[in-house]
Structure formats: structure tokens, C-alpha cells
């Protein structure tokens, strides 16, 4: 459904320097994975800690399905953050390739981050995780988020020392056989992040710019539009649809006023494209008004954006169409 507003919001996380300079002496860099269970605020944490809005966020598990690099530089160090997929037992091929990826991740780093919900006990699936990272031959720092939750629970006005105490006591419990610090944050609130810092910075070796200090992301302008549509969809949408869609961004055309976008929601049902374009295309409207708003926040400008609903059955089994919609083994 087209629509057209006007943006007021700057932005320069786009901003391509033409050269990388040479590092000062002592400057440190590299790789860090962002690692954990899905729905753990791993994308959330990535977003604070570059200052932009990179990866997107929702309350629906798994919403991260590519390795997403954010580039965070400071004085003293350059980090490329890498924010993978939630690590869960997959259910189709997307997962399969999903869970790989994260994998894969693990052993290409420097450092990895993993990351809990420690406003909850540790469960099975942190402890699958920690399988997985005790192969690891990099350091692991465990961090602790949604610490600004321990104090305030659901139906509660509030939860006492001893029980937020107990929580981190289950958490240590997973790292100390293997030694791992611990710090603890709010990827919400940006409580504790500076601690976070420290501790993987102190971590890095030596090292140059990988990437002109300005930049924040090395992904196409492309790729996060159809990652702030999707982002919508997880918002409006409830039950199957969310994880059955995958946005492919068909046309991207600028000119000195407006950039038009045109782009194409697949999804494997036709109950499920109904449910999209919602009455009366109402649905479908919500949701290109919504990600046009995040997009020309993006580009600092008008966006037109022009949104399809197309069936496209049984693609998140099918690797051909997993390799369309950019959902590929990374190496």
C-alpha cells in the first residue's frame, strides 16, 4: 500500500568514509559474537551498544536470521559485533541453516558474549549453549541481561535481594567449571554496558580498523528495509505468520526527493496472506506505514513504499527458495 510522509530525523549511520585510517599505537580490534538462547535481548544489546538501530527487536523468539554485524569504534578499540540467531532445536531447514550459522559464528571470533535472561533460572537451553561454547577456543564472557527486571517481576511490585541472588547463583553455576567472567546488564535500560565493554575490550588483541570509524553496519541499505518490514510484521502479526514470512525487497529507486521502494512479503499459505492484507487491506497498510516511518528515519529522508503479499508454499523447507531469500550457510 503506498503512502508518503515527510521525516524530520537525521541519520548518518550510512555514511561510507572513503579510507580507513591507520590505528593508533595500543588501539585494540576484533570479532565479537553475540550468542544465546532466542528471545534473550541479544538484538536489543547490539543496538545500544553501536547507538543505531541495526537489528530489529520484538517479543516473538527467533527474530534474528542473519548474522548481522554492528561496528561499534571508540578511542581506544574497534569492535564488529555479530549478532546471530537464537540457538534452539530447529524444527525445519530455516532452522537447521539458522542454528548453523550461529555455530559457525562461534568459531570465526575473537571473543564471544553469551548472552542470558537472567531475570529467570537457567534452563536446558542455556545449558545446550554452554555445550556448544565449552568447544569453544576463544574467550567466553557470560553476561547477564534484563538485570533491570530481577527487581520487578510479572504480578509483582517487587522481588527481594535473596531472589536475585539466587537467580545469579544459577548462572554462576554454569560458569564456573569453565572459569567464564560474568557481568552483569540491562540491554533495555544501558545499565552495565559500560562494564560490558570493558570486559571485552580488555579481551581484544591489538589490531587495526577493519572498518572507517563512522560506519555502524556492514549491510546493505536494502537489507535492513526489508528487515524493518519484517520487523513489523512480528508486531502486528500473532501465531504461525510471523515465522512463516520473509521480505524480499524488489526495487529500491532514488532521486533528489524520494526514494521508492517496492517489496514483496512471501509466506507459505494463502490463510496466511489473507491474514496480512488484513480487511479491507487494512493490516497490510499498518504495516508499510509503520516500517516507511523506521525506513526514512534510515535514510534521513521521503520514502514511498509499495508492499505485495505473494504465496510462495513450504519455502522455509525448500533450499532454493531459502537461497532467494538470502538465508544461506555462511562460511
Do not use: C
Not at 527467533?62 to 534452539?88: C, K, M, S
Not at 548453523?100 to 553469551?114: H, P
Request: no cysteine.
Amino acid at each position: 500500500m503506498p503512502d508518503v510522509l515527510d521525516s524530520t530525523t537525521n541519520s548518518t549511520a550510512w555514511n561510507l568514509a572513503p579510507s580507513i585510517p591507520s590505528a593508533p599505537p595500543g588501539f585494540r580490534s576484533g570479532f565479537v559474537a553475540i550468542v544465546g538462547r532466542p528471545n534473550v535481548g541479544k538484538s536489543t544489546l547490539m543496538n545500544q551498544l553501536v547507538g543505531q538501530k541495526i537489528a530489529i527487536t520484538s517479543p516473538v523468539a527467533q527474530t534474528t536470521r542473519n548474522r548481522l554485524r554492528g561496528i561499534l569504534t571508540t578511542p581506544e578499540a574497534q569492535i564488529i559485533f555479530v549478532d546471530t540467531p537464537g540457538i534452539h532445536k530447529p524444527h525445519h531447514q530455516l532452522g537447521k541453516v539458522l542454528v548453523k550459522n550461529a555455530q559457525i559464528a562461534i568459531r570465526s571470533v575473537d571473543v564471544v558474549l553469551f548472552v542470558v535472561d537472567s531475570s529467570t533460572d537457567a534452563g536446558g537451553g542455556d545449558r545446550f549453549v554452554v555445550e556448544l561454547l565449552s568447544q569453544a577456543k576463544v574467550p567466553v564472557i557470560l553476561g547477564l541481561n534484563k538485570a533491570d527486571r530481577q527487581s520487578q517481576g510479572e504480578g509483582e511490585e517487587n522481588r527481594d535481594q535473596a531472589l536475585a541472588d539466587r537467580l545469579d547463583q544459577t548462572y554462576t553455576t554454569l560458569a564456573q567449571p569453565y572459569e567464564w567472567p560474568m557481568v552483569k546488564f540491562s540491554a533495555l535500560t544501558g545499565d552495565g554496558l559500560d562494564d560490558v565493554l570493558k570486559s571485552l575490550i580488555d579481551r581484544l588483541e591489538p589490531g587495526p580498523y577493519y572498518y572507517p570509524p563512522d560506519l555502524v553496519t556492514d549491510q546493505p541499505e536494502r537489507f535492513i528495509m526489508g528487515e524493518l518490514i519484517r520487523e513489523q510484521i512480528l508486531l502486528l502479526t500473532r501465531e504461525e505468520v510471523p515465522h512463516s514470512v520473509a521480505v524480499a525487497i524488489d526495487r529500491v529507486e532514488e532521486d533528489t526527493t524520494i526514494t521508492r521502494v517496492l517489496a514483496t512479503i512471501n509466506v507459505e499459505r494463502d490463510s496466511q496472506k489473507g491474514i496480512l492484507i488484513g480487511k479491507g487491506g487494512s493490516l497490510l497498510k499498518a504495516i508499510g506505514t509503520a516500517a516507511r516511518e523506521q525506513m526514512q528515519k534510515l535514510i534521513a529522508g521521503k520514502v514511498y513504499l509499495e508492499l505485495f503479499v505473494r504465496v510462495q508454499p513450504r519455502w522455509r523447507q525448500s533450499p532454493t527458495n531459502l537461497a532467494d531469500f538470502g538465508y544461506r550457510i555462511e562460511e
